[in-house]
């Protein structure tokens, strides 16, 4: 094992949240930048699903919130004790609590409609997904109310709430409809090892034949919903908006 992949091995396994004490300095990591790049695009390809054309959604890790935070501070120049905090603060948002998993739900850009219609279900909270892994049922809360925004990227964080059967999948959709999506083996075994890293210190990246044996997810292929109902028409949804400041005589 590389002394970069027990670094990053190192940065996985801890329970704790991330702070300054466990930041590379600027010049080393540019020098080990690379390499770190290319750790962390093997460790994403195994927590990335694929849920349709529109939708994606990639589980993070401490060490993928700790790339975060150093990829953000490289671009300030002289990064101050505050402008560090804030980055470890939100960044920290990421990094799973213990029997948690977090996640970054991504709609893909593009004006066609059925972007703009998963953009608008999430904004108007009409949107659901949920984790069968290992038994257990783990639903996604998310980190942020929308309050009507519309945006392209969301946080959320899975806790376990039920038991359920042996089938690995993840089920999703909105207030009409509900699909599930299967998950492949390296990624099942990549989320197990995630809700407890610290008795996976040798566990990182997961063995070549393992990856090559991890197929592409393909489209829905159930739905979970009344028998008959019809094909997804994306139809409009209400936005519910964050009510604004009040004005008025006593309000300057």
Same mark, same amino acid.
């Given at each position: 094992?590389? $002394?970069?992949?027990?670094?990053?091995? /190192?940065?996985?396994?801890?329970?704790? /949240?991330?702070? !300054?004490?466990?930041?590379?300095?600027?010049?080393?990591?540019?020098?080990? %930048?690379?390499?770190?790049?290319?750790?962390?695009?093997?460790?994403?390809?195994?927590?990335?699903?694929?849920?349709?054309?529109?939708?994606?959604? =990639?589980?993070?890790?401490?060490?993928?919130? &700790?790339?975060?935070?150093?990829?953000?501070? $490289?671009?300030?120049?002289?990064?101050?004790?505050?402008?560090?905090?804030? =980055?470890?603060?939100? +960044?920290?948002?990421?990094?799973?609590?213990?029997?948690?998993?977090?996640?970054?739900?991504?709609?893909?850009? #593009?004006?066609?409609?059925?972007?703009?219609? &998963?953009?608008?279900?999430?904004?108007?909270?009409?949107?659901?997904?949920?984790? %069968?892994?290992?038994?257990?049922?783990?639903? !996604?809360?998310?980190?942020?109310?929308?309050?009507?925004?519309?945006? *392209?990227?969301?946080?959320?964080?899975?806790?376990?709430?039920? %038991? +359920? #059967? !042996?089938? *690995?999948?993840?089920? &999703?959709?909105?207030?009409?409809?509900?699909?599930?999506?299967?998950?492949?083996?390296?990624?099942?075994?990549?989320?197990? %090892?995630?809700?407890?890293?610290?008795?996976?210190? +040798?566990?990182?990246? !997961?063995?070549?034949?393992?990856?090559?044996?991890?197929?592409?997810?393909?489209?829905?292929?159930? $739905?979970?919903?009344?028998?008959?109902?019809?094909?997804? /028409?994306?139809?409009?949804?209400?936005? =519910?908006?964050?009510?604004?400041?009040?004005?008025?005589?006593?309000?300057?």
């Amino acid at each position: 094992m590389t $002394r970069l992949l027990r670094l990053a091995q /190192k940065i996985y396994a801890a329970t704790t /949240k991330l702070s !300054a004490s466990d930041l590379m300095g600027a010049e080393d990591y540019e020098i080990e %930048r690379a390499q770190l790049l290319r750790l962390a695009t093997q460790h994403r390809s195994q927590r990335r699903l694929r849920l349709n054309p529109s939708l994606s959604l =990639v589980f993070e890790t401490r060490f993928t919130a &700790w790339l975060q935070i150093q990829e953000e501070l $490289r671009w300030l120049t002289r990064p101050t004790h505050e402008d560090i905090e804030e =980055v470890l603060t939100r +960044c920290n948002l990421a990094v799973p609590a213990t029997d948690q998993l977090t996640a970054t739900l991504f709609v893909d850009g #593009g004006d066609n409609p059925a972007s703009l219609y &998963w953009v608008e279900c999430i904004a108007a909270n009409a949107f659901s997904v949920a984790l %069968r892994l290992s038994g257990r049922v783990l639903r !996604a809360r998310s980190q942020e109310s929308s309050g009507g925004v519309l945006a *392209t990227v969301h946080a959320f964080t899975f806790q376990p709430t039920d %038991r +359920c #059967g !042996a089938n *690995t999948e993840v089920i &999703w959709g909105d207030t009409t409809l509900q699909h599930t999506t299967p998950v492949p083996a390296v990624t099942r075994h990549a989320l197990a %090892r995630d809700l407890n890293p610290a008795s996976n210190r +040798c566990w990182f990246i !997961a063995p070549a034949a393992a990856r090559e044996a991890a197929t592409e997810v393909t489209h829905t292929t159930t $739905r979970i919903g009344a028998p008959g109902l019809a094909v997804h /028409k994306y139809p409009s949804l209400r936005l =519910v908006m964050a009510p604004g400041p009040e004005t008025g005589a006593e309000n300057p």
